[in-house]
């Protein structure tokens, strides 16, 4: 039998609901977060705990973090865990668009099947399902909501470049 519970955090981008399964980071959903879960399924709120999550999306959101060091459990097929483990190899601060993660996936006939699976992503900013973009490079489709994703690359955009000017002082 599965312990399930979640935890509600506050953040730039509003009320995050992060679940943990057995202990373990299996869900990381927004307000009015698309195909998100059930209420039932998140299992017992609780008031604390989730410590590490809560501690590195803080420092993401301060831009003091590029990657994060979590344990996660997915649960999809095995052509969503494929997708999902593309998407974690996008570096901050850079795009890729639903064709190039089907070429990579050696099907670009895929790219309709990219994207949903990009849509299931359970665990969104950790998993940087926001870090794909059209071919064009427009903002499409995102289950936390396009200004969420615009406010996200922005963020990782605004931290790269602050980067760079570092470097070059």
Known sequence: ??????????????????????????????????????????????????????????????????????????????????????LQTIPYGETRSYGELADLLGNRLAIRAVGLANGRNPISIIIPCHRVVGSNGSLTGYAGGLERKRRLLELEAANVTSQQQLSLS
């Open 1 to 86: 039998m599965s312990m399930i519970e979640h935890f509600l955090m506050e953040s730039p981008l509003g009320t995050l609901t992060l679940v943990n399964t057995n202990g373990v980071l299996s869900g990381l959903y927004m307000p009015n977060h698309l195909r998100g879960p059930k209420a039932d399924s998140l299992g017992s709120r609780v008031t604390s705990g989730f410590d590490s999550v809560r501690s590195q999306l803080g420092e993401y959101f301060e831009r003091k973090r590029i990657h994060f060091d979590l344990r996660i459990a997915l649960c999809g097929t095995t052509f969503q865990q494929s997708v999902w483990k593309l």
